[in-house]
């Protein structure tokens, strides 16, 4: 069952697909709408699962789910994968790929392999303060409060030492 984003409790599950581009204001409409059936019909060894969406900055897909009605089987998140992928083939788009880095820098959303954010961290061309988005967030309220932190916030940390 699809309900608002904003209706999830803060102990809600969480999922971010982090695109390697922004979605174009043409595919907006549509990914939404996919998003939409594929939660409004998405269950759990047959049990209904309420489930929001949002789209963060044209470029991340963050599905929230609350498990205080029914929890995600493996079945389920299985089916959510499988959904992503056919994400991933439709808008010719990586969402899966976890080696890769978003940051704000001048204002702008930036997006770099891991392996260049760790070279430009070490070349000082990133900092400790520079906003990234910790991806591995696991409730709305890690997500509120944890997703968009100074890298010294987050696992990017390490690059740091």
Same mark, same amino acid.
């Given at each position: 069952m699809l309900i608002p984003f904003q209706d999830l409790a803060k102990n809600s599950r969480l999922w971010i697909y982090q695109s390697d581009r922004k979605f174009t204001e043409e595919e907006l409409p549509k990914l939404n709408q996919e998003? #939409?059936? $594929?939660?409004?019909?998405?269950?759990? *060894?047959?049990?209904?699962?309420?489930?929001?969406? /949002?789209? =963060?900055?044209?470029? $991340?897909?963050? %599905?929230?789910?609350?498990?205080?009605? @029914?929890?995600? #089987?493996?079945? #389920? %998140?299985?089916?959510? !994968?499988?959904? %992503?992928?056919?994400? /991933?083939?439709?808008? /010719? !788009? #990586?969402?899966?790929?976890? +080696? @890769?880095?978003?940051?704000?820098? @001048?204002?702008?959303? *930036? $997006? &770099?392999?891991?392996?260049? $954010? =760790? =070279? +430009?961290? &070490?070349?000082?061309? !990133?900092? =400790? @303060?520079t906003i990234v988005f910790n991806n591995l967030v696991n409730t709305v309220e890690e997500y509120e409060e944890h997703w968009e932190v100074p890298a010294i916030e987050s696992w990017h940390n390490r690059f740091f030492k």
């Open positions: 998003l #939409s059936v $594929f939660l409004e019909q998405w269950t759990a *060894h047959g049990a209904d699962l309420n489930a929001a969406f /949002e789209i =963060k900055y044209d470029r $991340f897909i963050v %599905i929230g789910l609350d498990q205080s009605l @029914n929890a995600a #089987s493996g079945c #389920s %998140i299985d089916a959510q !994968v499988r959904f %992503i992928q056919k994400l /991933e083939a439709a808008y /010719e !788009v #990586s969402l899966l790929d976890k +080696m @890769n880095v978003t940051y704000i820098q @001048n204002d702008r959303l *930036h $997006f &770099k392999p891991l392996a260049d $954010f =760790k =070279k +430009m961290a &070490k070349d000082g061309a !990133v900092g =400790k @303060n």
